[in-house]
């Protein structure tokens, strides 16, 4: 049960977001969706000092956060003096034909006005989304981000597997699994290769894992210095290949389509691989921002993450976490390790609360307003 917007695509939620394109505006952007129920936002330090290919990806960000079919409008509000003018952003999404809204801090003459102004379209803009109602839909209609978070050695056994069982019924639907975390794939490149649908496919996929470790190698350092991470040790993973062989789990069996860019919109069903990084906020972001509605992640060590515009269901890889924190997670597959449960059944209870949450039932990070978010920057600031 979904809502159906102009640009004919289908939201799972209904929000208004408060955009701000600087950091600058951050703070403004919190004070109005502590002012009007139905708005969210969020905190973020980039919009301005940018240039080349890192001003494009975050305007790209930018304009995918609020071209997302969980979003109903926009209100945009800028300083007025950025890079990433807000303006600029704004014209872009009403192309959508969802409502957007604009908003100076300098035009308005200061915050106090900045936040009563946007107030009043806020305000506004909910009461109107509060008139739609929710529809029958297609789970051909989603596109579910896939994410691993505080991996452990029971990650590439149960959850992850059955995150791709979950990846493989949504594309055999018609729906689209998006699988990220380009630095976490290190190793397993191969068998996703293998899985392309042509040759070109095939090779971009070497191409994109050899950028990420030639990132790591400009500065000097291994990759592997950081991954896989202290916590992640713990739990048991001795190297970033054997970290890898498990995220690549969570892509199921189906063929894989294509490769996007940070934030990018997938062009095709089935499923795809953004590039991003491992850290999970950013590849969180870019994943929403590349349109998709909900995301599954799991979690061997715990983490809160949640998104501002997006629910996150988190799987647990083991019972004991589940029962440990279990105000963050939601679904436990450490009935797999026990033998309680199989991969394929479990995954079958994961669609079972992907739908759920489609049609409104909360996730534990959007009730405890677990709004995180962070851009991949590329580039230096100026």
């Not at 054997?242 to 995220?247: D, F, M, N």
């Not at 059944?345 to 995180?372: P, Y």
Request: hydrophobic share 35%; charged share 20%; with cysteine.
């Amino acid at each position: 049960m979904g809502y159906k917007r102009p640009d004919g695509s289908v939201g799972i939620r209904n929000h208004v977001l408060i955009l701000p394109t600087i950091t600058c505006a951050t703070q403004a952007a919190m004070q109005i969706t502590k002012l009007v129920h139905g708005t969210v936002s969020f905190v973020h330090q980039h919009g301005c000092a940018q240039v080349g290919d890192d001003y494009e990806q975050t305007f790209r960000t930018y304009y995918g956060i609020g071209a997302n079919p969980n979003i109903y409008g926009v209100i945009v509000l800028g300083l007025g003096c950025e890079t990433h003018q807000a303006k600029s952003v704004a014209s872009e999404l009403a192309k959508s034909g969802k409502p957007v809204e604009l908003v100076s801090i300098q035009d308005e003459g200061g915050t106090l006005d900045a936040i009563c102004k946007g107030a009043k379209l806020a305000a506004r803009m909910v009461q109107k989304a509060s008139e739609q109602r929710r529809e029958p839909c297609e789970l051909s209609e989603l596109i579910v981000g896939t994410e691993c978070g505080g991996s452990d050695a029971c990650s590439g056994l149960s959850a992850n597997p059955a995150v791709g069982r979950v990846s493989d019924l949504i594309v055999e639907h018609g729906g689209t699994a998006i699988l990220a975390e380009t630095t976490e794939l290190i190793g397993a490149e191969h068998l996703l290769a293998q899985r392309a649908v042509s040759p070109q496919v095939s090779k971009t996929v070497y191409e994109i894992i050899n950028n990420m470790e030639k990132r790591a190698f400009s500065m000097g350092v291994d990759i592997r210095t950081g991954n896989p991470s202290p916590g992640n040790k713990k739990g048991g993973l001795s190297t970033l290949e054997e970290k890898s062989l498990g995220a690549a789990n969570k892509a199921g069996t189906s063929p894989l389509q294509e490769i996007i860019a940070y934030a990018e919109k997938p062009t095709k069903k089935g499923l795809v691989w953004m590039d991003t990084p491992g850290q999970d906020i950013e590849q969180l972001t870019g994943m929403t921002a590349g349109g998709a509605q909900i995301v599954l992640f799991t979690t061997g060590r715990g983490t809160p993450t949640g998104s501002p515009i997006a629910p996150v269901i988190k799987i647990s890889t083991n019972s004991h976490l589940y029962e440990k924190m279990n105000d963050n997670i939601d679904l436990n597959a450490g009935t797999i390790i026990e033998g309680i449960e199989t991969i394929d059944s479990v995954g079958d209870r994961i669609l079972e609360e992907i739908i759920s949450v489609c049609s409104g039932k909360l996730t534990k990070a959007e009730i405890l307003k677990q709004n995180d978010f962070g851009i991949w920057r590329i580039g230096p600031t100026f």
